[in-house]
């Protein structure tokens, strides 16, 4: 997205409208696309979590999971490659005590 037609005059729009609408970007249709587009990957990423982490939606599926990709956007220094590095070491980071309890009840049943 960051280096594609549509992403440079996204965050174009977003950064300095005024610029973009002198060089003849539609600033509001822009706008309308991108919160459409963040709206719907969103509710991807979302869909994915719950079916991931249980198979039926609770209201507290995830809750902290927001906040959770904020830091791992400024813990990736806002890139996107950054990012996707820091979500994969929380991603870890937060199934490791849950892997490491299963090994555990695993090696038990097995004496």
Known sequence: ????????????????????????????????????????????????????????FSVTTIVGQGFMALAAMVFGKWHPVGAMGAAVFFGFAQSYPLSVRTFRSLSRCRT
Not at 26 to 45: P, T
């Open 1 to 56: 997205m960051t280096h594609t037609r549509f992403g440079i005059r996204l965050r174009s729009v977003g950064e300095h409208p005024e610029a973009a609408d002198s060089v003849g970007i539609s600033v509001y249709r822009y706008r309308y696309m991108g919160v459409m587009l963040s709206g719907f990957l969103g509710g991807i990423g979302g869909a994915v979590m719950a079916e991931s982490i249980t198979l039926n």
